[in-house]
T-cell receptor, first 110, second 112 residues
Framework: DAKTTQPNSMESNEEEPVHLPCNHSTISGTDYIHWYRQLPSQGPEYVIHGLTSNVNNRMASLAIAEDRKSSTLILHRATLRDAAVYYCILSTSGTYKYIFGTGTRLKVLA | NAGVTQTPKFQVLKTGQSMTLQCAQDMNHNSMYWYRQDPGMGLRLIYYSASEGTTDKGEVPNGYNVSRLNKREFSLRLESAAPSQTSVYFC???????????FGPGTRLTVT
């Protein structure tokens, strides 16, 4: 199973953009890139996912490198409610297995 | 529309006791999953059910059994609890593979 590497923690000021990086150098052509976040004492929550092209939704944007070996989750204006652990996950089409790493703990400063 | 519900929310067991964690979803999803999360760690997949009537092992299946009772319900059973099974257990569901997963609120289990 392809693995992902993320920084353990990041800080951001409120109202500023946040770029959360993820490396996945062993990604295969059929692997989707998913991002989830987990707020304290809650289950993970879907944020965004993509395959090759950049993706936008109401929560965030996902920028995928041309060689797909890395991706970046972009929160356009961080709020205090965005403080969470963010997980970058690969899933191979045709399988049901998410491999969660330890994620990036995002701290948002008021 | 409750989404994914789990019972109980908290449970304390003694070593060797058995129990079943219940999970139900009302989104008509085909796939359901059980994960565990140990302190400071990411989630690890225990078992999953791709569709009603099928179940498969995930990363850490030892010590657990599952039942996909119907399309809505997916239970996780600990036959003989061990302290190493102290964890938070999350159930999730999705329409199918490579779709987003919806997680329940978790069950915090302590085995003494």
């Amino acid at each position: 199973d392809a693995k992902t590497t993320q920084p353990n923690s990041m800080e951001s000021n409120e109202e500023e953009p946040v770029h959360l990086p993820c490396n996945h150098s062993t990604i295969s052509g059929t692997d989707y890139i998913h991002w989830y976040r987990q707020l304290p004492s809650q289950g993970p929550e879907y944020v965004i996912h993509g395959l090759t092209s950049n993706v936008n939704n109401r929560m965030a944007s996902l920028a995928i490198a041309e060689d797909r070996k890395s991706s970046t989750l972009i929160l356009h204006r961080a709020t205090l409610r965005d403080a969470a652990v963010y997980y970058c996950i690969l899933s191979t089409s045709g399988t049901y297995k998410y491999i969660f790493g330890t994620g990036t703990r995002l701290k948002v400063l008021a | 529309n409750a989404g994914v519900t789990q019972t109980p929310k908290f449970q304390v067991l003694k070593t060797g006791q058995s129990m079943t964690l219940q999970c139900a979803q009302d989104m008509n999803h085909n796939s359901m999953y059980w994960y565990r999360q140990d302190p400071g760690m990411g989630l690890r997949l225990i078992y999953y059910s791709a569709s009603e009537g099928t179940t498969d092992k995930g990363e850490v299946p030892n010590g657990y059994n599952v039942s996909r009772l119907n399309k809505r319900e997916f239970s996780l059973r600990l036959e003989s609890a061990a302290p190493s099974q102290t964890s938070v257990y999350f159930c999730a569901s999705s329409p199918g593979h490579s779709y987003e997963q919806y997680f329940g609120p978790g069950t915090r289990l302590t085995v003494t």
